[in-house]
């Protein structure tokens, strides 16, 4: 008789927990308490944080401010992807680019081929306009390394920026941020 | 008899378990400082008494770029002696209160080692920007 109570009550305690553990879809902002963080990935947070400090940091330096005519016109150029995962770039760049824009230091290149045929069919003579060289370019390179002792495992991502300028053929300014990761396994959670 | 040797063994294995989650910071520094620190008077709105009583915001300091934008440094204290995460926001706000937000706003993570002193710092995200506040969130 005892069996037949306990047996039902302790299911029904069972399927309680497991409910209360489940987590129902829900929206999250980015970089909030519940981000998810991977080992072996680069989560969308990590690439908010690189073009934060990267922003910050060009900022701070005053390298945009040194140029004849500001605002600066800067060029987004290569961003080499040396890790182990295909990458969107625009994930980091298109942040820093949002953010300078906004700061009123640098305009980007146009790099919509229909605006920039359009410039071209402006022209009253037919021929093609000089086009303003940039002041700036911007180019990097994100790295993996990954190091293991045992289960553990540590996967740092360093975020190398230079701003270019390509008239002088200097860096005018250069930035890196590395983002470390160490643990057994991904988690929810930073 | 039993009953102490276990209780002596537990407070053994805590003792080891704490000792092996504490980092501290020893740290020196030139007595006789050149720079000169400019202040903020700063008003703190603590909801968190947790985390405010174990990552302690010093206080605030603030100058301005070549390029007219604020810059703005905060100095933390860890006062556990333990290693302690966090999240810090900055938020920037125009001459009218509006908030502006681009990517200098994004929530980064940071981790503080017990007794350490630690500065994190922002600049605006334009000139327009003349008020701010920072948020710290504890980890869970």
């Known amino acids: 008789m005892k069996t037949k109570i306990l047996y039902p009550l302790g299911l029904a305690a069972l399927t309680a927990i497991f409910a209360g553990c489940a987590t129902n879809a829900h929206y999250v902002q980015t970089g909030d308490k519940e981000q998810v963080v991977s080992l072996g990935q680069i989560n969308i947070q990590d690439y908010a944080n690189a073009a934060s400090d990267a922003v910050k940091d060009l900022l701070a330096s005053g390298a945009l401010d040194k140029v004849p005519n500001p605002p600066a016109l800067l060029e987004i150029s290569r961003i080499i992807n040396n890790t182990s995962q295909q990458i969107d770039m625009d994930l980091l760049t298109k942040k820093i680019s949002i953010a300078l824009l906004q700061s009123g230091k640098a305009v980007t290149k146009i790099v919509d081929p229909m605006a920039a045929n359009y410039h071209k069919e402006i022209q009253p003579d037919g021929t093609t306009k000089t086009t303003r060289l940039p002041d700036f370019t911007l180019s990097g390179k994100i790295i993996e390394t990954v190091d293991r002792a045992g289960d553990t495992r540590r996967t740092t991502y360093s975020f190398q920026l230079s701003l270019n300028d390509p008239r002088q053929e200097v860096q005018v300014w250069e930035g890196e941020k590395e983002i470390g990761k160490q643990g057994t396994r991904s988690s929810v959670g930073f | ?140």
């Open chain 2, 1 to 140: 008899m039993k009953i102490a040797k276990f209780f002596l063994g537990c407070a053994v294995l805590s003792a080891l378990a704490v000792t092996g989650c504490s980092t501290t910071v020893n740290s020196v520094e030139n007595a006789q400082k050149s720079g000169q620190r400019y202040p903020v008077a700063d008003k703190r709105v603590v909801t968190d008494s947790s985390l405010n009583s174990k990552v302690y915001i010093v206080g605030l300091n603030s100058a301005t770029t070549p390029g007219g934008l604020l810059k703005v440094q905060v100095e933390l204290e860890n006062h556990t002696g333990s290693t302690q995460r966090f999240l810090y926001q900055f938020e920037w706000f125009d001459a009218n209160g509006m908030q502006i937000n681009n990517i200098v706003s994004a929530a980064i993570p940071e981790q503080i080692y017990g007794g350490e002193n630690k500065f994190i710092y922002s600049v605006s995200p334009n000139t327009n920007c003349k008020d701010f506040r920072v948020k710290f969130i504890e980890a869970d």
